[in-house]
């Protein structure tokens, strides 16, 4: 079993819509919560980080992280096609640089 | 450049040749990573850099993978007798901090490596 489970999809969505992207994991001790997005052809950009349990918002995006369930979450409010990438969760539970990835999920966001 | 730079962008390779892959970091960044990327497996670490310690290299798959960092900047991943499981995106990362967390690290655009 993968430590970080992540749906690759593909997500297709009308432009417009609340798009809910998700990830659980096994590790308890894990405390540093990131998403990470990647347009094709290029290297993976920090999105939004947060520590432990709680919501984060940042525009038309929020991260939720529920250690009780192993679950996080992104949501994205008002998706545009702009928004159409690869998203990817990545957590650890040092602060350090050996950070789990999960495989990514494939959005498409329509005109 | 402004941006972490990775050469060649793309390679194709024969099978049990070697290759080189190279990472020029943002400059004063002082921690660099290498990760793999195959398609639905999300980012494998591969190995980290440091300033002047030893590197972590408990990521790379096998004795036919390694890399080194020179003057503390450009890094070169090398993969020996290359297989075809080793087709992947190579990503290289650097950061101004160790921790990823609240440090933004910076990845580039990846060298695509097909070994046919």
């Known amino acids: 079993q993968k430590e970080v489970e992540q749906d690759p999809g593909p997500l297709s969505v009308p432009e417009g819509a609340i798009v809910s992207l998700n990830c659980t994991y096994s590790?308890?001790?894990?405390?540093?919560f990131m998403w990470y997005r990647q347009y094709s052809r290029k290297g993976p950009e920090l999105l939004m980080y947060?520590?432990?349990?709680g919501n984060k918002e940042d525009g038309r995006f929020t991260a939720q992280v529920d250690k009780s369930s192993k679950y996080i979450s992104l949501f994205i409010r008002d998706s545009q096609p702009s928004d159409s990438a690869t998203y990817l969760c990545?957590?650890?539970?040092?602060?350090?640089?050996?950070?789990?990835f999960g495989a990514g999920t494939r959005l498409f966001v329509k005109a | 450049g402004a941006g972490v730079s990775q050469s060649p962008s793309n390679k194709v390779t024969e099978k049990g040749k070697d290759v080189e892959l190279r990472c020029d970091p943002i400059?004063?960044?002082?921690?660099l990573y290498w990760y793999r990327q195959s398609l639905g497996q999300g980012l494998e670490f591969l190995i980290y850099?440091?300033?002047?310690?030893?590197?972590?290299k408990s990521g790379l798959p096998s004795d036919r993978f390694s890399a080194e960092r020179t003057g503390g900047s450009v890094s070169t991943l090398t993969i020996q007798r290359t297989q075809q499981e080793d087709s992947a995106v190579y990503l290289c990362?650097?950061?101004?901090?160790?921790?990823?967390?609240?440090?933004?690290?910076?990845f580039g655009q990846g060298t695509r490596l097909t070994v046919v």
């Open positions: 990362a650097s950061s101004l901090e160790r921790s990823f967390f609240g440090t933004e690290a910076f």
């Open positions: 590790n308890s001790a894990f405390q540093y």
């Open positions: 947060t520590y432990s349990s």
């Open positions: 990545a957590m650890d539970h040092t602060g350090g640089f050996k950070t789990i």
């Open positions: 400059s004063g960044h002082t921690a």
């Open positions: 850099f440091q300033g002047n310690s030893a590197p972590d």
